[in-house]
């Protein structure tokens, strides 16, 4: 897993656990801890024991392509959950980052009636959920003329970071900032902290993706303005099946799943908290 500190992540882990248990198959979880090197040993140590197949959520589009390769060279089934490498696993579990993008974006539009200045906090750099959530922001934000990104940085996924991140822009922009659009919930929520002790809340959009427990709370307080809501117990679920199949050779018939996303706003984040 690309790192157990965070939210989403632990998520996919443990819809994985879930499934293996259901099906009787024993899974062997490791923390990469966002190195891409490290979890290219990780996968080293697989081989060495002989696992059947191997799931990699990796931390790195290129960085963590070596892991995909020496599975493939061993003759290990590799199946790719949640984020996407250069090197093509056997299989994969996700859906498509770009959307989640573009969905958020289009919130912000909406929410700004297509006029404003925003920011913008990047999930961990080289990543493919930051590049292609990126991307599909931008191709939203290229209808709208009206609104301007007054900064774009990353915050590397994180809550804390985010805050203190959100803290400089306040410190920098002030009142210009209209919205705010995070990569991820842990960054949305750290944006959030630094706003409302800036009494600024009231006056800012937030719009971030995932739609983790304590998102879905904010949205339903009327705190946070939106989540993009991403299925990680479809995707993990999804990687064990696919494992399991490429494992005892079986035909997969579909070798990469896409789970839609879907915008959690006020009106339907009842049906999204358990």
């Known amino acids: 897993m690309l790192s157990l500190q965070s939210e989403f992540v632990v998520n996919v882990k443990d819809a994985m656990e879930e499934r293996a248990k259901e099906k009787n198959i024993e899974l062997i979880v490791n923390d990469a801890q966002r190195t891409a090197e490290k979890q290219v040993q990780q996968i080293e140590t697989f081989i060495a024991q002989k696992v059947d197949a191997i799931i990699l959520n990796p931390c790195e589009v290129e960085a963590s392509s070596p892991a995909v390769e020496k599975a493939k060279a061993a003759g290990k089934p590799i199946v790719n959950v949640n984020s996407e490498t250069r090197a093509q696993p056997d299989g994969f579990a996700g859906s498509r980052d770009e959307e989640s993008g573009q969905i958020a974006m289009e919130q912000i ?39 301007a990104v007054l900064a774009e940085q990353t915050a590397e996924w994180d809550r804390a970071k985010g805050m203190s991140l959100m803290e400089n822009w306040i ?104």
Request: charged letters at 25%; zero cysteines; glycine letters at 10%.
């Open 109 to 147: 539009a909406r929410l700004l009636s297509g006029k404003g200045n925003i920011v913008i906090m990047d999930g961990y750099m080289g990543q493919a959920a930051q590049i292609k959530r990126a991307a599909g922001a931008k191709e939203v934000l290229n209808k709208y003329p009206g609104i």
């Open 171 to 274: 410190q920098s922009y002030g009142n210009k900032i209209n919205a705010v659009f995070a990569h991820n919930d842990e960054m949305g929520m750290g944006a959030l902290q630094a706003l409302e002790q800036a009494k600024m809340k009231d006056k800012v959009v937030v719009v971030s993706i995932d739609a983790i427990a304590d998102a879905l709370q904010a949205v339903k307080d009327g705190r946070l303005d939106a989540t993009v809501f991403q299925d990680a117990k479809g995707q993990g679920a999804g990687a064990i099946d696919m494992a399991i199949q490429l494992a005892e050779k079986q035909p997969v018939e579909n070798k990469a799943v896409f789970i839609p996303f879907q915008l959690v706003t006020k009106e339907n984040v009842d049906a999204f908290l358990k």
